[in-house]
């Protein structure tokens, strides 16, 4: 491993860290993700207590994270492997964020945000099963652990050089989702427009 790809590592985790979350619920003077709604800083939970607006940043910036340094890696010739470290580092550093002590969201965009170099193909895809998957139960964990699972597959077929880094970044979000999977099984979880304090 070359310290260029030491330093493009910590660079995506240090990004990946910026909990846009949190920042955001700031400059709309709302609560704090972490301890209003379902205490998850990401952008479903801040959809519950601020709104669309303030979640679609969230949202956007969250990708980003994920998106500019598996870029960068891309450019620079590193190996399919190596960027899904990237990534990998990414999602790690949103959801063990260095700078607001290690509680971080659970990751979907910013993975999500990750894959997108590999081709809108991917994320079309993934997006559009997203929105579906919401749509029609109103689960968004349900929507991103389906979304991520179908990932693998899709990515054989669109740029299967990838298909190895690209299950390493589902196997991530679904270890992250494992709670969310035993309250979806219990009947238990909350849906998007559940207000309130509430599990996500």
């Known amino acids: 491993m070359t310290s260029l790809s030491i330093l493009i590592f910590c660079s995506a985790y240090l990004l990946g860290s910026i909990s846009s979350a949190v920042l955001i619920c700031r400059l709309f003077a709302l609560p704090d993700p972490r301890n209003a709604g379902s205490n998850n800083p990401g952008a479903t ?16 910036f ?9 870029y960068v890696g891309y450019f620079l010739g590193m190996s399919p492997i190596t ?41 079309s895809i993934l997006l559009t099963c997203w929105l579906v998957v919401i749509f029609i139960t109103g ?12 990932a693998p597959i899709i990515t054989w077929f669109v740029k299967p050089a990838y298909t190895i880094p690209v299950t390493m970044l589902c196997i991530l979000i679904i270890v992250r989702h ?17 207000k309130g304090r509430t599990k996500e």
């Open 45 to 60: 939970n801040v959809l519950r207590i601020g709104g669309r607006l303030p979640a679609a940043l969230v949202f956007i």
């Open 62 to 70: 969250d990708v980003l994270k994920g998106t500019l340094p598996v």
């Open 83 to 123: 960027l899904g470290l990237v990534g990998l580092a990414a999602c790690l550093g949103h959801i063990f964020p260095l700078y607001f002590n290690f509680k971080g969201g659970k990751g979907v965009a910013t993975a999500i945000g990750a894959m997108l170099p590999l081709g809108w193909e991917l994320c």
């Open 139 to 150: 689960y968004s964990s349900l929507a991103a652990i389906i979304s991520v699972s179908l």
């Open 178 to 194: 494992r709670q969310n999977i035993i309250r979806l099984l219990q009947g238990q979880e909350s849906k998007v427009w559940d």
